[in-house]
């Protein structure tokens, strides 16, 4: 399989005359993405998660967003009227406000 950008050289392409086929020259390095056969196992999670611990911090994060964003049925947040009551609740002062410093410590960061 080669990169989606490849496009040959209609020079390179050549008609041999004795079998009458096609024949291109390739450019030398040709990015090659594995092919997996439909027979084969997907991975589990418990295969899959060594090689996701490889992985930079922020390839992670990549990671966690879009299993996130694919995830169905995930909470998307509070709806409006959940936001319209807590937002009520700070202008009237009986909401427990906290530092973003204090939210970090609360969730281990």
């Not at 989606?4 to 009458?20: E, T, V």
């Not at 060594?50 to 909470?75: F, I, T, W």
């Not at 009551?85 to 970090?104: C, K, P, W, Y």
Request: proline share 9%; aromatic share 4%.
């Amino acid at each position: 399989m080669f990169s989606p950008d490849f496009k040959p050289n209609p020079a390179s392409i050549a008609l041999p005359a004795d079998r009458g086929a096609c024949a291109l020259a390739f450019p030398k390095k040709i990015d090659i993405v594995p092919i997996i056969a439909e027979n084969q196992p997907m991975k589990t999670l418990t295969e899959v998660l060594p090689d996701v611990d490889q992985l930079s911090e922020e390839e992670q994060a990549g990671l966690a967003a879009h299993l996130l964003a694919n995830l169905r049925g995930a909470p998307l947040g509070p709806d409006d009227k959940e936001l319209a009551r807590r937002e009520a609740e700070i202008d009237a002062g009986t909401a427990e406000l906290i530092t973003f410093d204090e939210l970090r410590k609360a969730v281990g960061r």
